[in-house]
T-cell receptor, first 112, second 112 residues
């Protein structure tokens, strides 16, 4: 069954440490996205990609890097984690024609 | 940049009564609108998609789009307690190489 799988499901990180969130999709979709969710803010777009080896900045890219080494994999990297990056992170994929997003289950990140 | 706003922030209805949720957007060239549902910080599931003015029904869920008024709504017929969740509006621009933007969500509670 086609799916979007995020790992880890939860993580506790220390301030200033490096964090990598991973996303793998088996939907054969070209487009992939990273959003973060905070109470009262809905989903905010961090980075997205519509082809392997290329990424685009979303609305809140500061403090985040993205990597798309293959169609199936899309990573979000926090080089120097900060308290303000505590949130739930969602990865999604979509077909460019239909544009319906298929979401992973989310990663709950706590930065202490 | 696309702005998406949802109202009300929270809504309580009785089981069987109609629930109506609203979403306004800023980019009048947007042509791709979806409503998603999220149960308790879990992943999101798409409920209904609409691409032209008028209405689109998917089971008990009906979306109404009026692009001249920059407004899209979701109506839930005969809501049940299991429909209690956060409902998110997503708006995509005409250019599919740009990502969907979300509103902050409406938290719906359905009382038995």
């Amino acid at each position: 069954e086609a799916a979007v799988t995020q790992s880890p499901r939860s993580k506790v990180a220390v301030t200033g440490g490096k964090v990598t969130l991973s996303c793998h999709q088996t939907n054969n979709h070209d487009y992939m996205y990273w959003y973060r969710q905070d109470t009262g803010h809905g989903l905010r777009l961090i980075h997205y990609s519509y082809v392997a080896d290329s990424t685009e900045k979303g609305d809140i890219p500061d403090g985040y890097k993205a990597s798309r080494p293959s169609q199936e994999n899309f990573s979000l990297i926090l080089e120097l984690a900060s308290l303000s990056q505590t949130a739930v992170y969602f990865c999604a994929s979509s077909d460019p024609n239909q544009n319906t997003l298929y979401f992973g289950a989310g990663t709950r990140l706590s930065v202490l | 940049q696309q702005k998406v706003q949802q109202s009300p922030e929270s809504l309580t209805v009785s089981e069987g009564a109609m629930a109506s949720l609203n979403c306004t957007f800023s980019d009048g060239t947007s042509n791709n609108f979806r409503w998603y549902r999220q149960h308790s910080a879990k992943g999101l599931e798409v409920l209904v998609s609409i691409f032209s003015d008028g209405e689109k029904e998917e089971g008990r869920f009906t979306a109404h789009l009026n692009r001249a008024n920059l407004h899209v709504s979701l109506h839930i017929r005969e809501p049940q307690p299991s429909d209690s969740a956060v409902y998110l509006c997503a708006v995509s621009p005409r250019n599919n190489n740009n990502a969907p933007r979300f509103g902050a969500g409406t938290k719906l509670s359905v009382k038995p």
